[in-house]
């Protein structure tokens, strides 16, 4: 049947940054099926269109949830939604996350900028069973501390070690100053019996998979999330395409194994 | 069963009678007919609007219609037009949706009453462009429901190919100038001292149910054995190929090649090979709004990957370089289309290379680059 968005109602808005709100919804009627974290939907802001957005929270732990950078026409209109507003989403849409592979073995989460969003439901399931995994690791990096998202949060967090870095510091700022990857000098973890998982800009997942594996973990056991143009989230628009890659029915979760001769071809 | 019926022929007042039935069933004909300069597809309401005693002639960039001395109805080559326009059509409302006063929003699926289709006149290459494009919209684990409606109520009645083009190369992309399982009804048409008329091969229930309604008699040796050397004699007479390698991989590492630079300096980037192929499925969405504000449409249309945009990410498009959008086009049609749907998203009907305002040949590039990719490996 033709994927028709399903009416959800804006239960909370929590603005993030300048420039990111955090939207979190109750459907209308019928419910969607449950999200897994590293999914996505497509978000409908009225007269205005469709985008892919991964959910930064799932009815499974604590309602769905939606992290929004306000970038674009359609962007901008879900940004300024408003608590009782109703917008139009569906999915949930490719694949997920894949924690269970890191059982028993340590953790190492890296996020750069927004891709802290779809990865915070993962750290949430992580920190749900800290028994699952040996040392749970989190490493965030942002342009600037007011690119930083849910701070407050993230500093609750019982992990093994949990670090943030910033590009360029402001004057309140007496955290870490550079890239991501320069954390993980201090981050604990065995390379050999590590699982990763990395979102950020296409950059950052390039260096952050890269520094990984030179560390010594195996590569088919670094997951990134991708980002392509999408328009249909169905698989017949042709616009996600990597390559052999279809983003929106093979991802945008990949291993680093699948996904690093695509993103080494300029253009593709 | 009846989809092996024995074959049939039809004379010109059977074909008459055929789409009198169809049109009697309440179907909307669809077929060649000759208009501004070209043998396009429209609706068609008798046979009479058949392109009888016309051809084309075809070279890169070239279309031209010739008049033909045998009256014949089928010997084109594919037109400007492939069965898309109206399974996949340019344009296509997916959904609507309205904002009530108390502000809830109600969405309302699109499930337009569509015509129920009788293509004929559906050339082999084509008929295999459809089973493709059945793949890729209906074959996965979502399915496009406009596409699926449409094709499911649609009937085609094929007609082999016995008059390829220049730019025609069927044949080596694994097709044939005859035709593949998959039709309701085959034609062969057959033009010589014992008159004009068409042979008919039966391939499903429906399509005998339509030929019992016409008249028709049993084959006779003499318009089997001319039709089927006709057939095989335009297998011999293809005026192009692909060069007879596994383009898979020959893409699929011709990816740093010298010749997309080439390429590239002759392209318009235009997108016209996109429009006029028969698998190409490629679409954007557009949200369009009534001037209350209060009321949107989302529409589905046609798009290329040679449009800067189709890639935009933040920040810009993934694919600026004309470079790169060629390459996106021709590795996806040869190469990549196998691994998301296993199957070659070409079928040799030479649209893209007649209808390029500047020429360029699919068959032309594909040979540089296994030339190109025969010196690396010296």
């Known amino acids: 049947m033709t994927a028709v968005p399903v009416p959800h109602r804006v239960i909370s808005r929590r603005p993030e940054t300048a420039d990111t709100v955090t939207l979190r919804f109750e459907p209308v009627g019928r419910p969607l099926a449950d999200f897994l974290p590293g999914q996505f939907a497509m978000v409908h802001a009225f007269g205005r269109g469709e985008i892919p957005v991964s959910v930064s929270s799932v009815q499974a732990t604590g309602g769905l949830a939606h992290t929004v950078r306000s970038v674009g026409a359609v962007s901008d209109g879900l940004c300024a939604a408003r608590v009782g507003d109703v917008v139009g989403i569906r999915g949930p849409y490719g694949t997920s996350w894949e924690l269970q592979r890191a059982r028993g073995r340590d953790v190492v989460i890296v996020a750069g900028g927004i891709g802290f969003a779809p990865l915070r439901p993962l750290i949430l399931g992580a920190l749900a069973e800290p028994e699952a995994y040996r040392r749970i690791n989190v490493l965030i990096g942002a342009r600037t501390p007011s690119d930083l998202i849910a701070r407050a949060e993230v500093a609750s967090w019982a992990t093994a070690y949990t670090g943030v870095t910033v590009d360029q510091p402001e004057p309140d700022w007496r955290g870490d100053v550079g890239v991501v990857t320069q954390l993980l000098g201090r981050a604990q973890f065995e390379p050999e019996e590590t699982t990763a998982f990395v979102c950020g800009p296409e950059p950052m997942i390039r260096a952050t998979a890269r520094e990984l594996i030179q560390h010594g973990v195996p590569h088919d056991r670094v997951q990134v999330s991708l980002e392509r143009n999408m328009r249909c989230a169905t698989g017949h628009c042709g616009h996600c395409q990597l390559g052999p890659v279809l983003v929106c029915q093979a991802g945008p979760v990949v291993d680093w194994a699948h996904a690093e001769p695509l993103l080494a071809v300029r253009e593709l | ?378």
Request: net charge negative; hydrophobic share 35%; with cysteine.
């Open chain 2, 1 to 378: 069963m009846t989809a092996t019926a024995a074959p049939a022929v039809l004379d010109r007042k059977g074909l008459d009678a055929l789409v009198a039935a169809l049109v009697a069933q309440g179907r909307t004909v669809v077929g060649p007919t000759v208009r501004d300069g070209a043998v396009v597809l429209a609706e068609l309401t008798s046979a009479d609007a058949l392109p009888f005693g016309w051809g084309v002639e075809l070279e890169a960039g070239r279309y031209r219609l010739v008049r033909r001395e045998d009256g014949a109805a089928f010997a084109h080559s594919a037109g400007p037009q492939s069965w898309k326009n109206f399974l996949h059509p340019p344009r296509e409302r997916l959904w609507s949706a309205d904002r009530k006063p108390d502000g809830e929003v109600v969405f309302g699926a699109e499930e337009p009453a569509d015509p129920s289709y009788a293509f004929l006149g559906v050339r082999p290459c084509d008929l295999r462009a459809i089973a493709i494009q059945d793949r890729v919209l209906t074959g996965g684990r979502f399915e496009d429901s406009g596409y699926g409606r449409r094709r499911s109520g649609a009937l085609l009645i094929a007609a082999e190919c016995t008059e390829p083009g220049a730019t025609c190369f069927c044949v080596s992309t694994g097709g044939g100038p005859a035709a593949d399982p998959g039709y309701d009804l085959a034609l062969t048409e057959v033009v010589d001292e014992h008159g004009h008329r068409f042979l008919v091969r039966v391939g499903s229930e429906e399509g005998a149910r339509l030929l019992e309604q016409v008249p028709h008699r049993a084959a006779d040796p003499v318009t089997e054995d001319t039709a089927r050397a006709s057939v095989e004699g335009a297998r011999d007479r293809m005026g192009r190929s692909l060069p007879p390698v596994d383009l898979h991989t020959l893409m699929g590492s011709s990816l740093d090649a010298d010749r997309w630079n080439d390429v590239a300096e002759r392209c318009l980037t235009c997108g016209n090979c996109t429009m006029v192929c028969p698998t190409c499925f490629c679409t954007t969405t557009e949200e369009v709004t009534d001037l209350t504000g209060d009321h949107t449409e989302r529409w589905q249309r046609w798009d290329s990957c040679f449009d800067l945009d189709f890639s935009y990410l933040h920040g810009g498009p993934v694919r600026r370089s004309a470079r790169s959008r060629y390459r996106q086009w021709l590795t996806h049609k040869l190469s990549t289309w196998h691994d998301q749907f296993g199957t070659s998203g070409c079928v040799g009907c030479g649209r893209c290379i007649a209808w390029c305002p500047v020429g360029i040949d699919i068959t032309e590039e594909v040979a540089a680059l296994k030339a190109e990719s025969e010196t690396e490996t010296d």
